[in-house]
């Protein structure tokens, strides 16, 4: 098992393996061997005390797997020992994937698609649910809209164009240089920008045709809203759910908001899934489209064994992913 440990450690990130007991699932909970779990850049946001959850260490990892379960406990009965499932992001109890054996919530805990590897099934909740609550429920899309997505070529940003798409929206994806932008082309965006080689401002306004974006998902933040926020159209909303930046500090000027009557939004899909009605919402809507084939299968840039997570965790700080990095147990 992976354990977040405090300075003085060998591993750069702090990364070691330790021996732990296997857990024993309370009320509602089931125990799954987890066959390969997703990283996330919120893994990354923990280690450097920069997640709105509190970093208390040493912690553990890890926040979606896919698995076989092994043990359920009182009153769980959606699932049963055998079942092969796939778990959503968690972070109350707290709940870590990034072991040998890990607990779920029943709630938290789907089914796993059918025909998919581990892989596969280790990593979607979080890219489609990301995108589904802003996009479907806080500030809904609607046909034709523009949409921007940020850091467009991880697992998060690739569902959220699949996200975009299946709502009707018009997207534009970013990354950082045009060497990405073929690729983000070929997985569903209407139109690339390349932040590091375009004026970005200039580049939305001609793709739009003066229009501007009515809703960009950001997982960027910092210094970076400045280079979209002029173009957000009127009454359009930018929802920051990311640091890639390496600050939480955002910095941008106030008037371009004033004059389109815009806005800036915090967002965490923790905050969403708290509430049991909207988490049954999201899990239905995701899994019809899983079920009817829109949305595809998840991209998986690179499948690691657990031996090398460390340089699992140092791909995904450098960009260099093209989908989701997975470790496979």
């Known amino acids: 098992m992976y354990d977040r440990l405090g300075e003085g450690e060998d591993s750069e990130l702090g990364l070691v393996i330790r021996d732990l007991d296997v857990p024993e699932p309370g009320p509602g909970e089931v125990r799954l061997r987890v066959s390969a779990y997703g990283l996330n850049q919120a893994d990354i946001l923990l280690m450097s005390n920069r997640h709105y959850a509190i970093s208390d260490l040493p912690m553990r990892l890890g926040y979606e797997a896919s698995g076989v379960v092994e043990a359920v406990g009182p009153g769980v009965t959606r699932f049963g020992v055998g079942d092969r499932v796939s778990t959503i992001p968690n972070i109350d109890g707290p709940y870590s994937c990034a072991n040998e054996y890990a607990l779920a919530r029943e709630e938290f805990t789907t089914p796993w698609p059918e025909g998919w590897s581990a892989a596969e099934a280790a990593g979607f909740w979080m890219q489609y649910l990301t995108a589904y609550y802003p996009m479907k429920e806080i500030f809904p899309v609607a046909e034709g809209d523009w949409v921007l997505i940020t850091a467009a070529s991880g697992g998060t940003g690739l569902g959220a164009i699949r ?121 239905g809507f995701v899994t019809e489209l899983i079920n009817s084939e829109a949305l595809g299968r998840p991209v998986i840039d690179r499948v690691y064994p657990l031996c090398e997570a460390s340089a699992a965790y140092e791909r995904m700080k450098a960009g260099l992913q093209r989908g989701k990095i997975i470790i496979a147990v």
Do not use: W
């Open 163 to 283: 996200i975009g798409k299946a709502l009707g929206a018009r997207v534009i994806a970013t990354t950082r240089t045009s060497e990405k932008c073929a690729f983000l082309r070929e997985q569903g965006a209407d139109a690339t920008i390349a932040t590091a080689e375009e004026d970005m401002t200039a580049a939305i306004m001609s793709i739009t045709g003066g229009e501007g974006v009515r809703l960009v998902s950001d997982g960027v933040g910092g210094g970076f809203v400045a280079q979209y926020v002029d173009a957000l159209a009127f009454d359009g909303i930018a929802y920051v759910h990311g640091g890639l930046s390496g600050t939480n500090e955002v910095s941008f000027p106030i008037l371009p908001l004033v004059r389109r009557r815009a806005g800036l939004y915090g967002y965490s899909l923790i905050n969403e899934t708290r509430d049991p009605e909207a988490l049954r919402r999201g899990i």
